[in-house]
């Protein structure tokens, strides 16, 4: 039987959904804060952070120094997705179409996964300079693992009754893989990206803190300097927006192109 709540839950349109709890959130920020139960010093108040970001967003429209420093963050951010697609897609087809991969490349992969990433960004300094190329190693290096990781197991996860219909029809084993494999595979590659973008940004602005250079990771290192965590806060309000902004597009594509699996957050098993 479903509960009378569950139910009005249901008849409320998402967007009012979303805007009132955003609404009771940033109540209760504000009034902690007021009320003296947070310190200033610890959480700003919203109000505080609203007026900060209205300033950041003014900035960065009329072409400032935060749209300066968010041009390179995003232009890392991009070379470090796209290059983490192309590597993760590779290594994962490698792990699930041949035994090297499974047996040699996969332990590696484990292993680098498990390694303290955050601790690599001083060594890609050390090897790469102060300039974009490390900023863009570190995003590949953070952001890679789970493109690798969905593309082998889409790729594994062939149903076996057509696996066999395309045995009998004595299909070679390069049309198994684009006719039959990839586009099992597809949705699965797709919920990789949506990841790999986040974690391509945070791998950027990692990557800033430790390198410096431009970048909005060192705006929010100055802010946090003195102590502005209104304006600390209003950057990481507006590269969470940049965020789903990314994984909204990637997710827009992915209903274009896999037409015939109905999108989502975690790709439904085969």
């Known amino acids: 039987m479903t509960h009378s709540s569950d139910s009005f839950l249901d008849r409320v349109p998402s ?3 979303i805007g009132g709890s955003l609404v009771v959130l940033l109540a209760v920020w504000e009034g902690v804060v007021r009320a003296g139960l947070v310190p200033e010093l610890v959480l700003p108040r919203a109000s505080d952070t609203a007026v900060a970001l209205y300033g950041v967003l003014a900035n960065l429209f009329s072409g400032g120094t935060v749209w300066t420093n968010y041009r ?3 232009q890392e951010a991009g070379l470090g997705l796209l290059f983490a697609g192309i590597i993760g897609f590779v290594v994962g087809a490698l792990i699930a179409e041949t035994a090297f ?4 490349i996969q332990p590696y992969m484990v292993a680098l996964y498990a390694a303290p990433k ?3 960004a001083p060594v890609f300094v050390a090897w790469f300079g102060f300039g974009l190329m490390p900023k863009v190693v570190m995003a590949v290096t953070i952001a890679f693992f789970p493109v690798m ?3 082998a197991a889409g790729l594994s996860g062939v149903d076996e009754d057509a696996d066999k219909m395309f045995a009998t029809m004595r299909a070679n084993r390069w049309q198994r893989f684009f006719l039959l494999k990839l586009p099992n595979a597809l949705p699965f590659v797709f919920a990789g990206l949506k990841s790999a973008a986040v974690l391509s940004l945070i791998g950027a602005l990692v990557a800033e803190f430790s390198g410096g250079g431009r970048g909005i990771g060192i705006l929010i290192q100055t802010a946090s300097l003195r102590f502005q965590l209104d304006t600390v806060f209003a950057h990481v309000i507006l ?6 902004a990314i994984y909204w597009a990637i997710d827009w594509v ?3 192109i896999v037409f015939w699996r109905k ?8």
């Open 15 to 17: 967007p009012v959904l």
């Open 72 to 74: 390179v963050t995003l």
């Open 101 to 104: 991969g499974r047996r040699v």
């Open 118 to 120: 955050v601790a690599l």
């Open 149 to 151: 990781v969905d593309t």
């Open 239 to 244: 590269l969470s927006a940049t965020a789903f």
């Open 254 to 256: 992915e209903r274009r």
């Open 263 to 270: 999108a989502g957050f975690i790709p439904t098993e085969a």
